[in-house]
């Protein structure tokens, strides 16, 4: 069965299948700086599918790993290969380095998922407070009964949970309003944007004063210029990523990104 279509190529259960079989998944990993010090505080995984027609971006085949159930295999691998790729970022002196995961609606109704999660912690012996899910709001949750049940066991197992692309869709103040999130990632649109007009800096700035009076520290994705950094680290926004800093990069490259940076 076909699934998903495009350009020409179509993505299909079994080429999925036959990709997790090769290990044809890899994460790219892109750092989260402290404004202020520049120091790295967590890698962000990125998914990619390396497939033997070329490498697919996450948006391309994670809707059909979603559609086709395999999502739930999936998580099984994402843990485990994130956090052994984070223990070997601890062991190489970088301890306080956590790693953010992204974590789909469809993931947060997998009933196994914390099972899924304290097993691969415990594999790989990661305490929880290093590991950080970032929600996206691409569907809709009910959020009253899960603050009750998947978030009320992240919380009693010490996981973070923060929520991704803050300020592109509807929901984003329902979800403050049910759930603790330990940062606040604003889309990259909003750091895109910054230089067009007023406007778009008065949102910019309330988002991160909302962020600070419900104690939420609050990080800018997507930053690319240096103006960007300057005003956002002037109008107290704690975090960043983006091009600027460092792209999405492998295990093995990023190692040698986190070394050079201590160095200088
Ligand atoms: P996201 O979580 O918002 O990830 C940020 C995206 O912005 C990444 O695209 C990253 O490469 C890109 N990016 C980072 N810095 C910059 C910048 O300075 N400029 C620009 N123009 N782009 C930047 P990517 O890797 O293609 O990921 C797209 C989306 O796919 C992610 O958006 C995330 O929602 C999803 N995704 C990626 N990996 C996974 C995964 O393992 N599981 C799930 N459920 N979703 C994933
Ligand atoms: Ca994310
Ligand atoms: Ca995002």
Same mark, same amino acid.
């Given at each position: 069965? &076909?699934?998903?279509?495009? $350009?020409?190529?179509?993505?299909?259960?079994?080429?999925?299948?036959?990709?997790?079989?090769?290990?044809?998944?890899?994460?790219?990993?892109?750092? !989260?700086?402290?404004? $202020? /010090?520049? %120091?790295?505080?967590?890698?962000?995984?990125?998914?990619?599918?390396?497939?033997?027609?070329?490498?697919?971006?996450?948006?391309?085949?994670?809707?059909?790993?979603?559609?086709? +159930? #395999?999502?739930?295999?999936?998580?099984? &691998?994402?843990?485990?290969?994130?956090? /052994?790729?984070?223990? %070997?970022?601890? !062991?190489?002196?970088?301890?306080?380095?956590?790693?953010?995961?992204?974590?789909?609606?469809?993931?947060?109704?997998?009933?196994?998922?914390?099972?899924?999660?304290?097993?691969?912690?415990?594999?790989?012996?990661?305490?929880?407070?290093? #590991?950080?899910?970032?929600?996206? !709001?691409?569907?809709?949750?009910? #959020?009253?009964?899960?603050?009750?049940?998947?978030?009320?066991?992240?919380? !009693?197992?010490?996981? $973070?949970?923060?929520?991704?692309? &803050?300020?592109?869709?509807?929901?984003? &103040?329902?979800?403050?309003?049910?759930?603790?999130?330990?940062?606040? %990632?604003?889309?990259?649109?909003?750091?895109?944007?910054?230089?067009?007009?007023?406007?778009?800096?008065?949102?910019?700035?309330?988002?991160?004063?909302?962020?600070?009076?419900?104690?939420?520290?609050?990080?800018?994705? +997507?930053?690319?210029?240096?103006?960007?950094?300057?005003?956002?680290? %002037?109008?107290?926004?704690?975090?960043?990523?983006?091009?600027?800093?460092?792209?999405? #990069?492998?295990?093995?490259?990023?190692?040698?990104?986190?070394?050079?940076?201590?160095?200088?």
């Amino acid at each position: 069965m &076909f699934l998903f279509k495009k $350009k020409g190529q179509k993505v299909s259960e079994s080429d999925l299948k036959r990709g997790l079989k090769n290990n044809e998944f890899v994460f790219y990993y892109q750092p !989260e700086f402290d404004l $202020k /010090t520049e %120091k790295v505080i967590a890698v962000e995984a990125l998914m990619r599918w390396d497939s033997p027609t070329g490498i697919v971006p996450p948006n391309e085949f994670i809707p059909v790993l979603e559609q086709s +159930g #395999l999502i739930h295999k999936f998580t099984e &691998f994402l843990l485990h290969q994130t956090l /052994t790729d984070l223990k %070997k970022i601890h !062991e190489a002196g970088y301890s306080d380095v956590a790693m953010a995961i992204n974590v789909s609606g469809v993931q947060l109704k997998d009933k196994t998922l914390m099972k899924t999660i304290k097993k691969a912690l415990d594999e790989t012996k990661i305490s929880p407070q290093f #590991l950080e899910c970032e929600i996206t !709001e691409t569907q809709p949750l009910d #959020l009253p009964a899960m603050k009750e049940t998947i978030f009320k066991e992240f919380a !009693e197992a010490g996981i $973070k949970i923060s929520l991704d692309d &803050f300020g592109t869709c509807y929901s984003s &103040f329902n979800y403050l309003r049910y759930l603790d999130f330990k940062k606040l %990632k604003i889309d990259c649109d909003f750091i895109r944007t910054l230089g067009d007009n007023v406007r778009n800096r008065t949102i910019l700035s309330l988002i991160i004063q909302l962020g600070h009076i419900l104690k939420i520290p609050v990080l800018a994705e +997507g930053i690319e210029t240096t103006e960007q950094k300057v005003w956002l680290e %002037k109008n107290n926004c704690d975090f960043g990523q983006g091009f600027w800093f460092s792209r999405p #990069l492998p295990i093995d490259q990023l190692m040698i990104f986190l070394k050079k940076k201590k160095e200088n």
